[in-house]
């Protein structure tokens, strides 16, 4: 069952009208109460009015701006995201110090990654490639020996 009701036949115009000012003027209130929420809202009146002044100076300012990072963000180069200072190799870029602190944040779940690949590793093959290359050396080692022993007991001629 649906019920309907014209709030009209209750209500003048002018009082709907002052109801919506206070429920508007209550909302804001609100909102504003949230101090991030007022930045916010205060950035983007800034930028809006911002942009409205330069595209009085400068026909098409938005769509230009949005085309040039557009073809930045295409043609950069992850060296540039994750720069580093040359000197001391502390993080320069926004995404350097990104990355860092997402590194920090997770040194023990990585420190336990790493254990686990360790451990887990299945080291035969290297293993029998390292002996076998130890094998080599040692019996080259022995031809070496023999030669110069063979060599120093030679007559002079």
Known sequence: MKTEINIQDYLSQDEIKDIVIDEVRNNIKTYFKNEQNAERLLS???YAIVYDEIDKVIPNSRDLVIS???K???????YQVFRYHYNNNTPESIGAKIVENCVMENKDLMN???KDTILNKDYSSKIWDKF???A????NNIYSIVELGRNKNKPEK
Request: glycine share 0%.
């Open 72 to 78: 930045l963000l295409n043609d950069i180069k992850s």
């Open 112 to 114: 336990q990654m790493v």
């Open 132 to 134: 076998e290359e130890l």
């Open 136 to 139: 080599e050396s040692f019996i």
């Open 68 to 70: 040039k990072t557009q």
């Open 44 to 46: 983007n009146l800034s």
